[in-house]
């Protein structure tokens, strides 16, 4: 774990905490991927988040998929998403004293998913979304041997519960930031999908779903910067609408 850094317990489950000095009264939760990557040990996400003045907070979640679904492998009564507004969000709020809209949800893949539809179901809440190769078809996994396989009673009941089909036509996010590298086969078609569904209705959206990873850079790492970048902008036009 890289400095700044802590490992502490939200509710019953451990989460990375990021609060250096001289942060602004704003944060950002981080929703990891299937492979429960955690940028505590991210010298480049880690950096910007300086740079940002951001706190973080990274709940450890398992293979999830944040949904409002009972998933042994992370409880075997309350949702992750239960836990994220019960428990998490409040912690938040509480000990870094965070106003009104003033925590921002993103995360990879299916942190990213989680993030966005978490978003659309509750744009009061998070008014501000990111994602980076976002595993927007969820569905498409079920089957292979996650969780998502007794989470849900098939295929179709999970594409149900995607992000693409909690967007709402008059609320939405005023905030909300995707990418995707077009060679990724498994996420890129979710998030081509949602970029197209968003511009039919109107909803105001940043995606990137055209930039290619530069040689010797992983995705994620090459977009950090400009997701970061999008959510301090997008927390400091909130805080200014509050003033």
Not at 46 to 68: E, F, K
Not at 131 to 137: E, K, L, N, V, Y
Request: glycine share 6%; net charge negative; with cysteine.
């Amino acid at each position: 774990m890289l400095d700044g850094w802590t490992r502490t317990t939200i509710g019953t489950k451990p989460a990375d905490v990021f609060d250096s000095p001289g942060a602004l009264p704003q944060a950002l939760l981080y929703l990891h991927s299937l492979a429960e990557e955690s940028p505590a040990t991210d010298a480049t996400f880690t950096a910007l988040l300086r740079q940002h003045r951001l706190r973080c907070v990274v709940p450890h979640g398992g293979p999830c998929w944040w949904a409002n679904r009972v998933c042994a492998d992370f409880d075997p009564e309350l949702t992750p998403e239960r836990y994220l507004f019960d428990a998490v969000v409040p912690w938040c709020e509480a000990t870094w004293q965070l106003g009104p809209r003033a925590l921002a949800i993103a995360g990879v893949e299916m942190g990213g998913q989680g993030a966005v539809r978490l978003a659309f179901k509750h744009p009061e809440r998070f008014p501000i979304a990111a994602s980076i190769s976002g595993a927007f078809d969820s569905q498409d996994w079920y089957g292979r041997g996650t969780p998502l396989d007794e989470m849900y009673d098939s295929r179709e009941r999970a594409r149900q519960d995607t992000a693409v089909l909690h967007i709402h036509a008059h609320r939405w996010p005023p905030h909300l930031w995707f990418c995707c590298v077009p060679t990724d086969a498994a996420c890129y078609r979710g998030n081509d999908r949602l970029h197209e569904k968003l511009t039919a209705i109107g909803v105001p959206h940043t995606a990137d779903i055209d930039t290619h990873a530069k040689p010797g850079v992983h995705y994620e790492e090459q977009m950090a910067g400009p997701m970061l970048a999008f959510i301090a902008e997008a927390l400091a036009k909130e805080s200014k609408r509050l003033m």
